[in-house]
Nanobody
């Protein structure tokens, strides 16, 4: 069974930094794109950043100057370095992976989410 497990969320002051991690585990044949989404209270889930297995990245316009996505293919892990955090970055951050499980079909998988709160 494939699982995505996020870590690294928490409470941080405005202007601070956090680094999120997401590790995919289980019987995985191949992972294509991985990414981060977020959902604030009362809002729709939105893309934060994505990265392909070749290392190509894309970001939401409001975050591309402050956030950096990276990936360790050997560890099936994706990271999100978040700098200069603002109160409006407060949300639950979800990891996503487009992958093929062993003896299965390509599909999207989601982590359980990690809370990021930016507040003084």
């Amino acid at each position: 069974q494939v699982q995505l497990v996020e870590s690294g969320g928490g409470l941080v002051q405005p202007g601070g930094s956090l680094r999120l991690s997401c590790a995919a585990s289980g019987r995985i044949f191949s992972i294509y794109a991985m990414g981060w989404y977020r959902q604030a209270p009362g809002k729709q889930r939105e893309l934060v950043a994505g990265i392909t297995n070749g290392g190509s990245t894309n970001y939401a316009d409001s975050m591309k100057d402050r956030f950096t996505i990276s990936r360790d293919n050997a560890r099936n892990t994706v990271y999100l370095q978040m700098n200069s955090l603002k109160p409006e970055d407060t949300a639950v951050y979800y990891c996503n992976a487009d992958l093929v499980p062993d003896r299965g079909f390509r599909n999207d998988y989601w982590g359980q989410g990690t809370q990021v709160t930016v507040s003084s």
